[in-house]
């Protein structure tokens, strides 16, 4: 883009990080996530929750997780899209303690779970109460 002599903003970002995350790219959307500042360009809702995504798709719940917790750090306020990729992303790492705790804290967030949200909490919980079945048989 700089060499068309045209500038990347928040949206062309947004747009990157999304493509990764349609690709299966995670690294390289949590790279572009971290060289906006230094374009400055402050990073958005839009720009997490697709961050947060691909990382889901990657099946790294525990960058997934971290993105959601520092998006207030960076003063941006995670919303439903955000919580429920993280919800997703906990689900997809097995970790269905953790995508129930997320869901219990969209209420005190002033956020309402949507049918992707529940869907997600309840597949969590699906695969780790499948785990705890197969476990007791141990």
Known sequence: MPEGRVMPNEITYNAAISACEKGGQWQLALNLLSLMPDARLVPNQITH??????????????????????????????????YNAAISACEKGGQWQLALHLLSRMPQA???????TYSAAISACEKGQGKLALNSLD
């Not at 995504?53 to 439903?80: D, F, H």
């Not at 002033?110 to 992707?116: A, Q, R």
């Open 49 to 82: 929750s697709a961050a947060i995504s691909a990382c889901e798709k990657g099946g790294q719940w525990q960058l997934a997780l971290n993105l959601l917790i520092l998006m207030p750090v960076e003063r941006v306020v995670p919303n439903e899209i955000s």
């Open 110 to 116: 002033g956020l309402v779970p949507d049918e992707i």
